[in-house]
Structures are given as structure tokens and as C-alpha cells.
């Protein structure tokens, strides 16, 4: 009665017409080198996960491994090379998805500290900061907090109510909570460890407000003990992540020399004059949040590669784990050549892999995280650019595709452990962590709905400057460019067409999303300038809001899908390409069938159309069902990372 | 600096033109005595949350309540009149649904003890069975396993691995594990506090198997240590309702006495032999099996309350969590004459109940678990009759409720966790509980995916039967009454009315809801008749699997708005009565926009009507949203239970 489980039948991977490892070597990129040394890390003896449900010992070991990786040189990737760093933020957040596989409380305590703390200093202040602190926050010395978020105001970060009040006679800032709701709160390095923050607060400067702006504040002394006039609250147990200590802290008129606050885009002079080479104090604040967009993209990342694991343990137990029927009378699979029993199975029912619906819940979502892949490979290249690129096109970019990573990791990894049954509730299957730990991504480093909407408005107002003096007919020509117009002109066979070489032609995949964005574009700018003539912009944002979501979702969806087809047309190896190409084809189609709807309402497809697109989701599920594992094997996700007993040989 | 929270608009609940407490009245129904009883008990101080991390001090607490539910009666409403009992399922589920409010731990070990053990015993057993272990099993002395799942076989109980031989020489039964995979896992109380377990194992007799029956076999002794011949494993920690002990049994040649079988349905006599009132196996199956089917309603109403917690939390903090913009530009509120700022609030920003998105996530679930507390309580009702009425009506009926309020249930939850943003993250504010404990609920008492297979079946199988001889035509005319023949002769204008009081009209809901399920189950049963012809039974149904689970969806969703209605239908308070209609047209048209694709596939709906309901959704959400407060009081949960800072005054 030894505790074994039924084996994979090997054809699982025999079958599989493409390189497993050569896959591998696509998604790994560039920085396959920093990925094999995380790799090489995590999988010590050491770094073997946290099993006590205590929390403060949780925090003791994630602290720990914070020191080791910091040991291991990561910490120095993204410091300025003056100071002896790689000043590589894709490096880093190279770094950072490879620990997702292992701990995301350690991924998370290791950005607030590298990304936010370490981040907020190198892009908002200048010389004296980087000096006094950087070489410490690399070697993880000194741990820092990043203070943004109030009790009374997480999103709306213009809002914020901690004041930064310049004192001409000690020329200091005088940092305050002036209420309750003006504490920071969730930050995260508060509850034990910070040492000092960057702390986010309205500046006064001879009684004029010019702002939010970045200080940094001692918080802690050396022994851990809060500073005098600092006030600090543990967030206590949360849903996940756990190993990070967030806490909570107000400011007892606690006074700062002026020079601690960072000043790269605006400053208070000598003689006590506030400063700035941005003249508009909107257009400074943005540029100021802006420098943080790589938080985004590091959270986009993170939790896409969490979804990795979710979708590794869930389709490696699906291929082994057998339910009623019997395979010797079925042939659901589509290569009619799989056999229908094997030896290593101790029964002949059915694999849950083989079943439609199980195919229809994890597939879908395995193509996804491969196109959300590669489009955020796409950004993290340009994330080096930024500075000089379209600025608000990349931060449009990121927020859109932070937002549908985390939503897709947060559906994904829920509908994972549904698909391993109780097994999936077992702690020890880790599923239940991989979801618990990543849920907050939806709300951190921007509320999804929030940063959607923001997606949406950056949207309308590069519109609104493309339209500038256009008359109506000439928008029009503008708006559907040919290849959009071509459709519309062959409409009656468009519309009808149910043509498998048609349905799965990238081409329509991709003409039909810009045509459906280029819609809810057009029709939310009416709106919107119809709403306007009565209602304050606000107000007239905030009525079409489920229209602006809309907008943005399909904005998401095909940028996604064009940089996904962009990579996979890079591809020199004919069987990758292949594989490749049926993944976007179940990425695209099965988010046109959600849509499916939208098409329906606006003529764009018959009924019957929408209904061949349906069943040809159901065939290409039954087609990436033959190479699933081998797709999850191609993540390259450590077996001691992964943990779960289900999902190991 | 006090921790104080902004205060609720005093017009949240001013401005509600219906009586909470005759709200609360309705929903409590006859069964106000036991909920007001249990009500009394947990909100005593000894049953305040276990707030430590540690599972073994959670079991403990969780124990030690049992035995206060225990002393104060409760166990005793299920059991015999013949013992003192009060045979009264309805007010057990009562008691549950109301312990739901509380921690779901306690509701699963209540419900292992009484539901499972002692309801197995009831119904499964006979007198001797009755006299020695349910008055023990009432007051919590003796507490037992269900010992159904193995780890090779959850859903597929028919192919259990576990053996029941009986030994003609020593008159016993030989209960025994064959290998690993026919191990008992995730049985309750298994852990650490369970004496006795009714084991299901295929019974053999004279070497022949006459499949799956139940027995009643001590594992522990008064110690609580396994008895010889036991091995016992235990769980260990889990996603959710780390207060209830799960484990593994195996069995090894373990005898118990012959009498100890479970003999109400089979029996062995004293002679050694199998005798039956039920001859067919599969019909004896069934009927053991279906006794259990109490289970499944207490699951759906359990999880439908721990739904009412986590969205009276959601809503009372949307209603005074303000964020961006201001009230007093702001009127997406649909009453005019709303407050544009109050006393309480410390600044001007927009309620995030004002927003339209939050509306359109926290409303229609809102509405849903109204109409699923009706849909519960029908069939509830209808449970004490199960044994005379049509039994597999009801079991179908069962099975779709459980699998949709369950399936609710945990999306609802989620949705209110990132509804509160971090305050949804942080354990003290109970959502992270809620979501956790109540996972499960899709998949044990029957996978979801499963039950619902089962309820596409039951149709199909239903449908067979009622066609059985007719000509074609006759089957359109028997299928399509009269009512919806209408609909379709009405065709040209009925697919474009847009008119908001045909689509607020409760007959137009419902008779598309039927349509919609008579039109699939009819194409069901003809790709089912086309494939039998060249595939086995069970092939044949898989590969139609998403159209099952869809039929299956359909057919939940049509009842389900059903006895809503009906429900509503009886009312005699008018305030009461327009609220509740509110309520079924939000729930009716959010489900129908959500299935509009199938609408407009099938030539339903024109595009513009899909769009006009959408619309209406958008417009019924901004008048539910002024109730919303007021709604979510009428569930009358006591505050000690929420907890949730963020949800108290």
C-alpha cells in the first residue's frame, strides 16, 4: 500500500510535434542567463517553502531569502552604473518573473524594496540620494518602505493628505498626518523591517500647496523601534502574501532636512523658493508616478508567471487523473491515433484532459498566458526606451496589460483549482497559495477598473488630438483605414463567412478587434461629446463608464494579440511557428467568441458565423489539448518551485 | 488622531421606500424561531472568530462549538420522533443557513455529524442502527465520518475501490483497502475527532459483488487513537476551513459485526444471503445515494448566506467609501433629489456606489441571491416530501440550485474582496474567510461540473420518455406550448421591441428563459440521437458536453427566476412587492444579457433590442443601488458575525 499515483501515459509528451526545450528558449529570451542563476538559487535546500502557518516566523524566512538574493548580487541589477550597477530594468524584472515560480511574498517584499524604495530614490531624487542610499538598499542593509497609499485614498493618489511643510527658520519639512484617514497604510516593509521611506505628501511651501511630492523619512531606528512622533500599525494576517510585513504609519509633525526630499523634478532652493522645470503642476505629477510604471509591468509579470504554475499543476494532474467512463469506448481526443489505454493507468476511465468542458476551462487561459508573455515582452524592451518614446502610449500600454495579466492570473489560477477538485483545496497542491498570494494584484500598483479607465481616457484624448479640425466625413476616413474599409465594402460575404482557412486567418483576427475598438472609440468620443455639453468632465467620464471599460478591454485585447503574432512571426523554427500559431488562434478566437455578443449587436457577424468561431474553439482546444503538457513543461518551472504532489512525477 | 471611519449618508436608509425588517421577516419565513434561536447563540462572546493562525487551536474551537450547537438542541431537530427527535429537515437547514452567517468551518462539521453521519444513518439504517448511534451522534458524543471519497474515485462513487466481503464463517463483513488509491480522503472529522465512520464499499457476497453499500465502522478508540488494522492520515492544511479535520482512512481487513451494514435498501440475511426490495443495482444506487441528496440544498443555502455576509460588507463600505471626483458635480445617482454632500464625510469625493462599474459587479449578484433564497426555500419545502413526490424532478432541480448558487457564490465573493480594494485583503475585514471556506462548495456534495452533466442528462432522459412514439411534428407541438408559439408568431416585432415595459415585463423573462431551454434541449437530444448511432452512451454524451452544461445552465436559470416569481407573486406588501419585482428584473435581465449572444445567434433578438437591454441593466442597477443598503440590512446579520471593521458603523 506504497502512496503512489498513476504516472503520465508517456504519450502525453511523445506526441508533441515541437521542441519543449527549444519553446523554452523563446520565452527565456535574452535573459535566459539571470534566469538559469535565480533558478539555480531558489532551488537550493534553503529557499524550500515556508510550512508553519505562523506569520511572523513566515516573515523571518522571506526576510532571509530577501538577504540571500541580495547576496546573489540581484539587488545591484537595477542600480545606476556609476554606482557599480547593471541599470537593467528588464534584467531585473527578468529576475523577479523567475521568482514568482518559487515565492510571490518574497517577489513582492523584493519590489518594494528594489522596485519602489530603491526605484522612487534612483528616478525621483538625485547625486546625494543615490549615494546615501542606494549601495544599502542593494545589499538589502536597509530596508525601506514605499509610502504612497493613505486609508483615505489608495487611487486617487492627488488626493492624499499627508502634508510636506516647508519651515524657512530650521529649513526643514515638517511631514504630518493631519487625520486618521491621512495614514499610510499597506505599505508594505512597515509593519517590521522599514528602516526609512519614501513618503508621498502634499508640499507647502510659503503657504501655497504645489502637491504631492517625495520625501524620505527615518521611521525606525536600528534596533527596529519606531522613531519618535511615528506611529506605526501592523496590517496584521492578510488573504496572501503573508511573508510581507505591511503595516501602517502616521507622521507626528516629524521634521526632515530639506535636502531629504527628492528633487529631481521639483525643489526648494536655498532661499526657500519651490522650483520646477515643469510648469504644470498636473503635468509634474504625472511625470513623477510615471517613472513608477515599472512596477506594472515587474506585478504584469509576476503574476502571469504564477499563472504558469497554477496551469502547470492543474494540466499535469488533468493528464494522469481518470474519471468514470471508460477509454477504451471513447474518442473524444482529436488525433484518433492516441492509444486507449496505457500501462501505467490502473483503470480505464476517462482523463479529465480528454473531457471538452476541462479543455474549454484550461486551455483558453494556456494560450492567454503565452500571448500575455509576449506581449509584456514587448513592453519590458521599451521599458529601457521610455524616457524618450511616446510616454503616455507606453503607460496606456501598461496599465491596459497590467490590468488584464492580473485579472487573467486571478480567473486562471481560481478556475485551476476548481479543475484539480479537492486536491486543489489541499494546501500542500499550492494552488491555494498561487491564488491567495496574487489576488491583491488586481488591486496594487493600480486598481484594474481604475487603471482601465485610465487606459480608456488616454484613449479619447489622443483621438480628440488626431480629429483636431477634421470635418465629420474626413474622421470617418481616418478612422477605418483600408484594410477595415475592405471589410465593411465585402460586408455580405464578411458577415457570413464561415470558412475554417477565414476563422483562423490572423489577418481576421486581427482586423476584426481593431475594427471593434475603432467602434466603441468612435462611438464613446460621441458620447462623451454629447455628455460634455451638459456635464463636467467628470461627471461625464464617470456616466459611460461600462462604454470607457469597453473601450479599453478591446484596446487590451489587440494590442496583446499584435504583439503575440509580431513574436510568433519572428520565429524561424517551422514546428515552434506552428505550435505558436495555434495558441494565437485559440488566444484570438476565444476572445472574439466572449465578444461574440458585440459582433452579434453591431451586424458585424451572422448567428451562424458565431456559432462556427464556437465550434472552432471547441476543435482548437481539442488540438492544444495533444501538446498541453508539453506547453507547461516549456515554462521551465523547477519541480521544487512547482511542490504541489499532483503535479510531479 | 482617533481611528475613526466616515460615517453612512443617513439617506442610505432614509431614502428606502420599503420596510427592512418586513424584508428580513420574508426572508426568515416560518422557520423565524430557530434562526432567531441560533442567532442568540452566536453572537454569545465564547463564539467570537478564532484569530490565530495556528489549525490545531482552530480545530479545537471549532470542537468546542459543536458541542455548545450540540447542548443547545440542535442536533436534535433531525433526528426520529421515535427518539425524541423532531424530524424536521427544513429547520436544520435553517439552523445551518443561520451558523452560515457565522464561521463555515462550524457549518461543515455540524454538517459532517449531522448531515452526513447521522443523516446517513437515518436513512440508510434501521431501527438497531437508530437506537445505538443516533442519540449519541445528536449531543456530539460520538462524532463520526462519512467515509464516501477515495483518492482514486470522488465524482465516480459507482466505481469505489474500498471491499466489504462478507465472512460466512464469522458472520462478519471484511472491510478492506486494496491499494493506495482506495484510500478515504477529505472525510471530515477523520483527522483527529471522529470514533466511527459509515464506509461506502462494494459489497460482495458469495463472490459476487453487488456494488456500493454502507457500513458502520469504528476507527478510533474512546482515546481517539486509530484502532489496529486502521491507518489514519491526516489532511493537514488547507484553502479554506482549517477548523474542520479532514483525512485519509485506509482499511485493512478490518471485521465488523454483519448487523453493522446499513440495511435499509439491502440486506444480508442471516442465511449470507443478498436480498433486495430494489432489484436493478444501478436504481438501488441511486436511491442510497439520493437520500443524501439533503446535502446538496444545505451546501447551496450555506454558501448562498456566506454570499448575503461578503456583499453586505462590499455594499456598506461602497456606501460610504468616497474616491475621485466630486458628489457635487457628480449626479449618476438615478434619484435627482439625492444628497450631493453630508455632515459625515470629510471631503466631496464620489461614493464608489455612485460608480456605474461598481454598480453593475456588486448589484446583479445582489439580485441573485435573492431569487437563489427563494429557489432554496421551495425546495426545501419540498424536501420532507421528497420520498413521495417525483424524485428525480427534485434531485435534478437540486443538483442545478447547488451547482449555480455554489458556482455564485464563490464569484460574488471574489468580486467583493476586490470591490474593497486592500481593505478587502487585510483578514480582519473577513472577506479573505468567506472566499476561502466556502471554495469548496463547487466541488464536494458533487463536482459542479458533474451535477450539472447529471441535470442535462435528467432532461435528456425526461424528454426521451415524453416524446416517446410521437411523429416529429407532434414533438414540435408538444415542445413549443402555446405561449411561446405566440412569441414566435409575433416574430417581426417581438424581435425588435425595445419597449423598457415589454422588457421589464416578468412573462417576457420567463418565456424566453423557457424558450432558450426548450431550443437547446431539443437540439441536445437530436446531436445526441445522431451520435448514439455510431458511438456508446457515454461517448456520445462527452463529446456534446459544453451544450449539455449549457441545456443545464439554462434549465437552472429558468427555475430559478421561476420561484422567484412565484415567490414574489405571494407577497402582500406593496412596498414589498415593488422591490422584490426590481430585485427579479435585474436578476432575470443580467442573466438574459449575459446569455444575448445565444439570443442574437438564434435570431431572438435584434441588435438593437440586445443593446437596449444592456441599457436597462445599466438602469436598473442605479435604482437598486438606492435600496442597496437597506437590502443587504434585511438579511438580518448580527454585526458580531460580519466583524468586518470596514462593514460596522
Redesign the interface.
Known amino acids: 500500500?506504497?502512496?503512489?499515483r498513476?504516472g503520465y501515459p508517456p504519450i502525453e509528451r511523445k506526441a508533441t510535434t515541437f521542441d519543449p526545450e527549444a519553446l523554452q528558449r523563446l520565452l527565456d529570451g535574452d535573459q535566459v542567463e539571470i534566469r538559469d542563476r535565480v533558478k539555480q538559487l531558489i532551488t537550493q535546500p534553503e529557499f524550500r517553502y515556508y510550512e508553519g502557518?505562523?506569520?511572523e516566523g513566515y516573515r523571518d524566512q522571506v526576510l532571509q531569502w530577501v538577504k540571500q538574493i541580495a547576496d546573489a548580487g540581484i539587488g545591484r541589477i537595477g542600480l545606476p552604473r556609476s554606482l557599480g550597477g547593471e541599470e537593467n530594468p528588464a534584467k531585473f524584472i527578468a529576475a523577479a518573473e523567475t521568482l514568482a515560480f518559487h515565492d510571490f511574498s518574497l517577489v513582492i517584499k523584493l519590489g518594494v524594496q528594489y522596485g519602489l524604495f530603491g526605484g522612487s530614490i534612483q528616478l525621483l531624487g538625485t547625486e546625494y540620494h543615490h549615494k546615501k542610499y542606494l549601495p544599502d538598499c542593494a545589499s538589502a542593509k536597509l530596508m525601506g518602505c514605499f509610502a504612497m497609499?493613505e486609508i483615505?485614498?489608495?487611487?486617487?493618489v492627488q488626493?492624499l493628505e499627508t502634508t510636506a511643510t516647508y519651515e524657512k527658520a530650521t529649513d526643514t519639512f515638517v511631514i504630518n498626518?493631519p487625520?486618521?484617514?491621512a495614514g499610510k497604510?499597506?505599505i508594505g516593509n512597515a509593519g517590521r523591517d522599514g528602516r526609512v521611506a519614501t513618503v508621498f505628501a502634499q508640499l507647502e511651501v510659503n503657504g501655497q500647496n504645489h502637491g504631492v511630492h517625495a520625501f524620505l523619512v527615518p521611521v525606525r531606528d536600528d534596533n527596529g523601534k519606531a522613531l519618535p512622533g511615528i506611529?506605526i500599525e501592523d496590517?496584521?494576517?492578510?488573504?496572501?502574501l503573508n511573508g510581507v510585513d505591511n503595516g501602517q504609519i502616521?507622521f507626528?509633525h516629524i521634521r526632515i532636512p530639506r535636502i531629504e526630499m527628492l528633487n529631481r523634478f521639483a525643489d526648494v532652493t536655498d532661499s526657500g523658493q519651490y522650483v520646477s522645470a515643469i510648469q504644470s503642476p498636473s503635468a509634474r505629477f504625472f511625470t513623477m508616478i510615471g517613472t513608477l510604471v515599472g512596477g506594472r509591468v515587474s506585478i504584469a509579470a509576476g503574476s502571469n508567471n504564477v499563472c504558469k504554475s497554477a496551469l502547470t499543476i492543474a494540466i499535469r494532474y488533468a493528464a494522469r487523473r481518470r474519471?468514470?467512463?471508460?477509454s477504451a469506448?471513447?474518442?473524444?481526443s482529436a488525433s484518433e491515433d492516441r492509444p486507449t489505454g496505457d500501462p501505467h493507468s490502473?483503470?480505464l476511465?476517462?482523463l479529465l484532459l480528454?473531457?471538452?468542458?476541462h479543455q474549454?476551462r484550461l486551455l483558453p487561459p494556456l494560450a492567454t498566458v503565452f500571448a500575455i508573455d509576449f506581449a509584456l515582452k514587448h513592453l519590458i524592451q521599451q521599458l529601457g526606451s521610455t524616457r524618450t518614446g511616446d510616454r503616455r502610449s507606453f503607460e496606456t500600454k501598461a496599465a491596459g496589460i497590467k490590468a488584464f495579466a492580473t485579472w487573467n492570473a486571478?480567473r486562471t489560477i481560481?478556475t485551476c483549482?476548481?479543475c484539480c477538485?479537492?486536491e486543489?483545496?489541499?494546501?500542500?497542491n499550492r494552488?491555494?497559495a498561487l491564488?491567495?498570494d496574487t489576488?491583491?494584484c488586481?488591486?496594487?500598483e493600480g486598481?484594474?477598473?481604475v487603471l482601465m479607465q485610465l487606459v480608456a481616457k488616454n484613449l479619447l484624448s489622443k483621438f480628440k488630438e488626431k480629429i483636431k479640425g477634421m470635418q465629420p466625413a474626413q474622421i470617418g476616413r481616418f478612422f477605418f483605414d483600408q484594410k477595415l474599409d475592405a471589410l465593411f465594402k465585402q460586408n455580405p460575404i464578411f458577415r457570413r463567412n464561415e470558412n475554417e482557412e477565414h476563422l483562423l486567418d490572423s489577418e481576421f483576427h486581427l482586423t476584426i478587434m481593431q475594427f471593434r475598438e475603432s467602434a466603441i472609440l468612435l462611438s464613446c468620443a460621441q458620447e462623451f461629446r454629447e455628455s460634455a455639453k451638459t456635464k463636467?468632465v467628470?461627471?461625464a467620464f464617470?456616466?459611460m463608464?461600462?462604454q470607457m471599460?469597453e473601450l479599453a478591454h478591446a484596446y487590451v485585447e489587440r494590442v496583446i494579440l499584435e504583439r503575440f503574432l509580431e513574436a510568433i512571426s519572428k520565429v524561424n523554427d517551422h514546428s515552434l511557428t506552428k505550435t505558436l500559431e495555434h495558441l494565437s488562434q485559440l488566444f484570438a478566437l476565444s476572445q472574439i467568441e466572449s465578444n461574440?455578443?458585440w459582433y452579434?449587436?453591431?451586424?458585424v457577424f451572422s448567428?451562424?458565423k458565431?456559432?462556427a468561431i464556437t465550434r472552432l474553439v471547441?476543435k482548437l482546444c481539442r488540438e492544444v489539448r495533444n501538446e498541453a503538457v508539453a506547453l507547461v513543461d516549456s515554462f521551465g518551472i523547477p519541480d521544487s518551485c512547482l511542490a504541489a504532489p499532483i503535479a510531479l512525477e
Not at 1 to 4: D, F, T
Open positions: 500500500m506504497e502512496s503512489i498513476p502557518t505562523d506569520v497609499t483615505g485614498h489608495g487611487s486617487n488626493a498626518s487625520t486618521y484617514s497604510t499597506f506611529r496590517n496584521d494576517v492578510k488573504l496572501g502616521w507626528d474519471q468514470f467512463g471508460s469506448s471513447v474518442t473524444v490502473h483503470s476511465e476517462t480528454d473531457y471538452p468542458a474549454r486571478t481560481q483549482r476548481e477538485g479537492g486543489g483545496y489541499i494546501a500542500a494552488l491555494a491564488k491567495a489576488d491583491i488586481t488591486t496594487f486598481d484594474n477598473t463636467d467628470f461627471s464617470t456616466i463608464q461600462r471599460l461574440r455578443a452579434l449587436e453591431h451586424g448567428g451562424a458565431a456559432r471547441d
